[in-house]
């Protein structure tokens, strides 16, 4: 299993994004429903997802380097969308927190998601990395429960940055996620997290789609 998921092998296109999802999530399986102690389950799971983040920090410096060509951005931002599904894949063997929590492997989660955030500061391919750590994020408020509170005010400010009416129009499901969840655990955040998110939905509300258009 070690060799399928090795990079050589993810690189070779005989896998596809669908059948390398499968085996992550198989390989979490595995892990948490071994007999293992919490403590040896939570020394697994950081190597399986120890070897996600080491690609991801490898290729995301290729996105803030404008000059690129744009093959090469393209090919970088769908590796990065790759890794990023993965780890959300893996993190489907877990249904609720308490799970998570009582496998042992929560802290493995809380480790990498400042990690792959840094995916919301991109200059190019915004979008296709933008996906990639919205639909983490939205595993993460199932998976961490409150531990993920502390990086939602980091998380929606880059979210929101520069953002298009796209960008909102998917941002909205993640804001309904988190007011769900957390409901009034969350109310000391609404006026760092959800000012920005109606700012910017008035910024395109009042912006005109057609540019000769004034009204």
Do not use: W
Request: glycine share 4%.
């Amino acid at each position: 299993m070690k060799d399928l998921l090795s990079f050589e092998c993810l690189d070779s296109g005989y896998y596809s994004n669908t059948d390398q999802n499968f085996l992550y999530e198989s390989v979490g399986y595995i892990i948490v429903n071994s007999r293992k102690s919490a403590e040896e389950k939570c020394h697994m799971m950081k190597t399986l997802l120890g070897c996600l983040v080491e690609r991801f920090k490898l290729l995301l410096p290729q996105l803030h380097v404008q000059e690129q060509a744009i093959e090469v951005h393209v090919a970088c931002s769908q590796k990065i969308s790759d890794v990023l599904s993965h780890a959300s894949r893996i993190s489907k063997v877990f249904p609720n927190h308490q799970t998570t929590l009582q496998s042992g492997c929560l802290p493995c989660f809380v480790e990498v998601l400042p990690i792959f955030l840094q995916g919301l500061e991109v200059l190019v391919q915004r979008e296709v990395v933008h996906a990639g750590v919205r639909q983490f994020l939205h595993r993460m408020i199932i998976c961490l429960g409150d531990e993920l509170l502390r990086y939602i005010p980091v998380a929606v400010q880059l979210l929101l940055k520069d953002s298009s009416s796209h960008d909102i129009q998917e941002f909205i499901p993640l804001i309904n996620q988190l007011i769900t969840k957390y409901k009034h655990r969350i109310s000391p955040f609404l006026t760092e997290v959800f000012m920005p998110v109606v700012e910017s939905i008035m910024k395109h509300l009042n912006t005109p789609f057609d540019p000769n258009d004034k009204e």
